[in-house]
């Protein structure tokens, strides 16, 4: 799988070339070694709640490609989990999540998303990622899990250089690594000192009072709820404002109806969802997908942006619309694995998309040759220049 032959850039256009000549392929993955990849809806949501299908680098083969290399104390996480540990684990931290919980967050979100509309001013022109996009969700999560101030542009930055790696750079996702791993060492001992009133003090009385939780396992989860709470959101955000932006009539209807808002994001998640892939898996044992049989140990690369634009479960899914069903999208993914944050992701999305649309009355890309980040793991503009204003003209 070659970046550079489109899959960035135009994405849909070899998926649906894919989807119609061979759904299940064996390709190069992202590092160049062997990977399959799988592009039909039908087949991706069977393989994403396919138990057979470990997330556990342990069952991969030699040779086969296996993701991120992290340190064991950030590796401990759900995204390389099979049950019973995924389910011990998940278990733990899902009640930060559940869909009342994710109610009682929308006040301090809304709040949130407002300061950093005030900060903008009346009027003039901004990077809507940079200003808006990217620091709601990190303000959000960091204050959930009880991260201070000072380092949240810090892990902003250190994420970037994981998912989006600076060719020009060729050791800054390394170094990123490593001050990842300080961060939450230090960060973990000052709130045993000091606990607080957040969700990692309360993971880390969990792990003291004696559950079966352990000290790589906690630091995992920490690194993770903080990664995936940002990184899955801010692509939300940012691809919907851009999506609707590019699709004048659809935001003309969303500003007559905001009460369409929960819907619109599921559609806006199926049309550009924040992932092209979905963490690689390992099947357990010989596997057929598609028809087709994948060996035991190889990776299994399953396209959930491609899923999401197969006609045979979405008609016409090249076109935006908003008053589309759009329930049963694979944007954060299906079965156990299902994006453990999704209720707030959706939450943050539709709050972003209702102050920002409140605010400016006009708003409008400032620059229409849009950039992507450069990787196969988030799929969101590298940034996303727009005017605004509060008062229509």
């Known amino acids: 799988m070659d970046p550079a032959d489109g899959l960035i850039d135009h994405p849909y256009d070899v998926y649906r070339r894919l989807r119609e000549s061979a759904p299940v392929c064996r390709i190069a993955g992202p590092d160049g ?9 039908g087949d991706v949501r069977e ?8 997330l556990d680098k342990r069952n991969a083969a030699p040779g086969s490609y296996r993701g991120f290399a992290l340190p064991p104390a950030l590796d401990a996480n759900l995204l390389n989990m099979d049950p019973p540990d995924h389910a011990r684990i998940r278990r733990l931290v899902g009640r930060a999540f559940t869909p009342r919980r994710v109610e009682q967050l929308r006040g301090p979100v809304r709040r949130t998303a407002d300061h950093l509309l005030d900060a903008l001013g009346p009027h003039g022109t901004t990077d809507l990622v940079a200003s808006y996009a990217a620091p709601l969700p990190i303000i959000v999560i960091c204050d959930l899990l009880g991260v201070p101030d000072a380092h949240r542009r810090d ?8 998912v989006a790696p600076d060719p020009a ?38 792990r003291d009072g004696g559950d079966r939780l352990s000290e790589d396992e906690l630091m995992s989860l920490a690194f993770l709820i903080l990664f995936a709470g940002y990184e899955n959101t801010v692509q939300l955000i940012g691809n919907a404002v851009l999506a609707l932006l590019r699709h004048p009539g659809q935001l003309a209807a969303l500003r007559e109806d905001p009460a369409r808002l929960p819907a619109a994001v599921a559609e806006l998640s199926r049309y550009e969802g924040p992932a092209l892939l979905a963490i690689r898996r390992f099947p357990t044992e010989d596997v057929t997908i598609g028809g087709v049989t994948v060996p035991a140990g190889e990776t299994v690369l399953l396209s959930l942006a491609a899923a999401n634009r197969d006609p045979a ?3 016409d899914p090249d076109r935006l619309d908003l008053a589309r069903d759009a329930s049963g999208h694979l944007a954060l993914g299906h079965g156990i694995h299902y994006c453990l944050g999704a209720p ?43 005017s605004y204003s509060e008062k229509v003209s």
């Open 33 to 41: 070694s062997p990977a399959w990849l799988v592009t039909r809806y």
């Open 47 to 54: 393989a994403l709640a396919d138990v057979r299908l470990s």
């Open 155 to 162: 892990f902003r930055e250190w994420t970037d250089a994981l």
């Open 169 to 206: 750079r060729p050791g800054a996702a390394k170094e990123a690594v490593g001050a990842m791993l300080g961060f939450f060492t230090r960060l973990l001992a000052d709130k045993r000192a000091k606990p607080a009133d957040d969700l990692l003090s309360d993971l880390i009385a969990v």
């Open 313 to 315: 479960r979405f008609p």
């Open 344 to 386: 707030l992701a959706r939450a943050e999305t539709e709050i972003a998309l209702a102050a920002l649309l409140e605010r400016f009355p006009e708003l409008a890309l400032a620059d229409t040759d849009v950039r992507w980040r450069r990787s196969l793991r988030a799929r969101g503009p590298a940034a996303l220049p727009v």
